[in-house]
């Protein structure tokens, strides 16, 4: 009798084992699925990754790389504000609301931010006093939602950010789910204790770009026209939406590309909207140059940066300043593997929570739980957070100096070669191994 | 009181004069403000100031304890996340008006746009002739009062934004609900009316017996348990 052939298992490409649990809990809940974190896709688009620097050799002339001088010092708001952002470093930390996370977690970035001489930004919900106190410079969200709005605040900050949208979730709102909204936040947000807080999509006072040129003068005139107003955006219509915010007198444009974060967002938001950061930056790059105004409205890019190889990446496509938002949580612990039993009651393990949304956050970076927080002490996550903008910084520098660049924002996209064509074909910049940029 | 005429000035310069006369206890009468936009943002003290003529959009925007009258229309977003202080427009006013208000008083003694209340935490909003559709639109709170009649979509996803109106509903929003009133309502209704409305006009408006009074009806404060399941489990 012939031996039987092993058998041979078959999984379907489209109905993954994913596809067909996603498939089989919304046929029982009847509802979309919600997370926090960003997108959870492996990359199947261009990102920084596609790219490499070409230091100095014989056509160019490298500086010496622990030794000699390669500025960092970072100004935004030189087009119209009478006290531009002075930063030591180009990196900065993005807007995340207290709400979204701990008390702790929002003042340890504040701490650590300043510590280096970067900047905070409050996020939706208002300023925190303590984020005030430990920020030497802090920027003031003004969102759709407008929750804890006061002119008194905005006028103690170091500059404004009117957020039309972010990369997460371009075109909707904030989420807060009830597990989060605790006493605390729901008086600061004047909402009912223990709502599921859905923030508008939409401005309460505004629509298109027309009237965000009155909405600019406003904030304008609210501060006495001392600070930079930033417009940030969520990346989708790169190009039009950057011209928009320019003409619409922007001193800095914030454009935060589609793997940027968020505590809690319909997953289909994270995987299937937006554009990638490194298109994004060259479409805001392009916008600009185009409009005669690249290098007076400095340009801030975010979304999923991770070290300061992506900043530098990202730098050399055209940004002034980078934002960095999940990569700071992971600094404060997002993810590392304490209290893993933890992290298994929320269903997961270290390195694969994204479970913001839930409010239990085991190391109390995403988190209102009194006990939780405690997990995470200020001053040690504040010294981590120096410790990273530290380390990104001097990352950045050492490109910069291999580069022959005594200065960060020299950086150019002359300074690499794309690794696909893809990539190529994006940033403009030759595919390595030719001569050419793919598709010109 | 101190004059200030707008005419070939620059907001900016009508505001800081605005600010300097405030400061020295000056009430000021603003002439000829020609429908200009961001006029009296951000007033931070005690006074007043009238406009003697239509605004633009956000007047009285992010202010916070003066006193502003418009004898005149306004535009987009009067009085926007104000905290505290009292506007009056003796026109109509256009959409949004009191968008996101943390305290005080908006009183619109003719029409308002869209959106009226929009997003407001907390204060009163008096609009005596009709408002725009979508009114109250996820109103945190405050009371918003129409006189007249109010377009689609009132209340539409509110938290504890009380709305009171005396003529007809076009349509509710989503989860908006009516509800009885209460003595303590009638009281109020009263009380704001005879204080802000003048007495040739009152006489022609409802009283507080004949509001309708709409609420949240909670059904969208939660998403259901089933929902909250999948999000726990969620991987």
């Keep these: 009798m012939a031996e039987s052939s092993p058998r041979v298992l078959q999984k379907s490409g489209i109905f993954s084992s994913r596809v067909i649990e996603d498939i089989q809990t919304k046929a029982e809940s009847g509802v979309y699925r919600i997370r926090g974190y960003g997108t959870l896709r492996e990359r199947r688009w261009a990102t920084f990754d596609d790219l490499t620097f070409l230091p100095c050799s014989l056509t160019r002339i490298p500086l010496e790389g622990y030794r000699e001088k390669c500025e960092t010092r970072t100004v935004l708001g030189t087009r119209f504000a009478e006290q ?22 929002k003042v340890a970035l504040a701490k650590g931010a300043s510590e280096i001489g970067s900047s905070n930004t409050t996020g939706d919900g208002g300023m925190l006093a303590a984020e005030r106190a430990n920020s030497r410079t802090l920027v003031y969200e003004v969102l759709p939602s407008r929750y804890g709005i006061d002119v008194h605040h905005m006028r103690l900050s ?30 600061q947000r004047e909402l009912p204790a223990g709502v599921d807080q859905r923030s508008p999509a939409r401005h309460p006072d505004m629509l298109g770009p027309d009237d965000m040129i009155i909405k600019i003068e406003e904030l304008r005139e609210a501060t006495d026209w001392r600070v930079p107003i930033f417009v940030k955006l969520g990346a989708s219509r790169v190009y039009d939406d950057v011209k928009l915010a320019a003409k619409a007198g922007a001193d800095v444009v914030v454009v935060d590309g589609m793997e940027g974060g ?43 940066i991770r070290d300061g190889v992506d ?4 730098m050399a496509l055209g940004a002034d300043a ?3 938002g999940t ?3 992971i600094a404060l612990n997002c993810n590392r593997p304490l209290y893993v039993e933890d992290y298994h009651k929320l269903g997961t393990e270290p390195h694969f929570c994204h479970h913001c949304h839930t409010g239990r956050c085991p190391v109390g970076v995403t988190t209102q739980d ?10 040690e996550g504040a010294e981590r957070v120096t410790n990273l903008l530290r380390a990104m910084t001097l990352e950045i520098q050492m490109l ?4 022959g660049k005594s200065d960060v924002h020299h950086l150019e996209p002359e300074d690499m070669a794309a690794l696909t064509p893809e990539a190529s074909a994006i940033c403009q910049v030759p595919l390595a191994g030719t001569r050419r940029v793919w598709g010109s | 009181m101190a004059e200030l005429s707008c005419e070939g000035r620059t907001t900016r310069d009508i505001n800081a004069e605005i600010r300097r006369l405030m400061a020295v206890g000056e009430a000021v009468t603003a002439r000829s403000p020609g429908a200009r936009h961001n006029l009296a943002v951000a007033l931070l003290e005690r006074g007043e100031v009238v406009f003697d003529g239509s605004v633009g959009y956000y007047c009285a925007g992010l202010m916070d304890g003066a006193t502003v009258r418009v004898r005149g229309s306004a535009g987009w977003g009067l009085a926007e996340s104000m905290l505290s202080g009292e506007v009056v427009v003796e026109g109509s006013a256009g959409n949004s008006a009191g968008a996101a208000i943390r305290g005080g008083t908006v009183v619109v003694l003719g029409d308002s746009g869209a959106r009226t209340g929009v997003s407001m935490k907390a204060g009163v909003i008096l609009v005596t002739g009709s408002c725009g559709y979508m009114s109250g639109f996820m109103g945190q709170g405050g009371k918003l009062i129409i006189c007249g009649d109010a377009a689609e979509a009132l209340g539409d996803s509110m938290y504890e934004t009380v709305c009171f109106v005396g003529g007809k509903i076009a349509d509710l929003g989503n989860d908006a609900v009516v509800v009885e009133s209460t003595d303590e309502d009638k009281e109020f209704l009263d009380t704001t009316l005879s204080r802000y409305v003048p007495p040739s006009l009152r006489a022609n408006l409802p009283d507080g017996g004949d509001f309708r009074k709409v609420v949240a009806g909670r059904k969208l404060w939660n998403f259901d348990k089933a929902e909250w399941r999948t999000w726990e489990e969620a991987l």
Excluded: F
């Design chain 1, 84 to 105: 531009p952002i002075e930063l030591d470093i180009p990196i900065m930390i993005t807007g995340m609301s207290w709400g979204a996370l701990s008390y702790n977690a």
């Design chain 1, 370 to 379: 009194p006990e939780l927080m405690k997990r995470l002490p200020i001053d």
């Design chain 1, 262 to 304: 968020t505590g809690a967002s319909p997953a289909i938001l994270q995987e299937h909207t937006g554009v990638p950061t490194l298109a994004a930056v060259c479409e805001a790059r392009a916008a600009l140059e185009d409009m005669g105004l690249y290098g007076e409205v400095q340009l801030i890019i975010a979304g999923g």
């Design chain 1, 311 to 314: 900043a530098a990446k990202a």
């Design chain 1, 158 to 187: 170091d500059g404004i950010e009117l957020t039309i949208g972010q990369g997460a979730k371009p075109g909707t709102g904030g989420l807060l789910l009830d597990s989060k909204v605790s006493g605390e936040i729901a008086r």
């Design chain 1, 400 to 403: 910069a100096r291999a580069c």
């Design chain 1, 327 to 329: 990569a700071a949580l």
């Design chain 1, 322 to 324: 980078i934002y960095i």
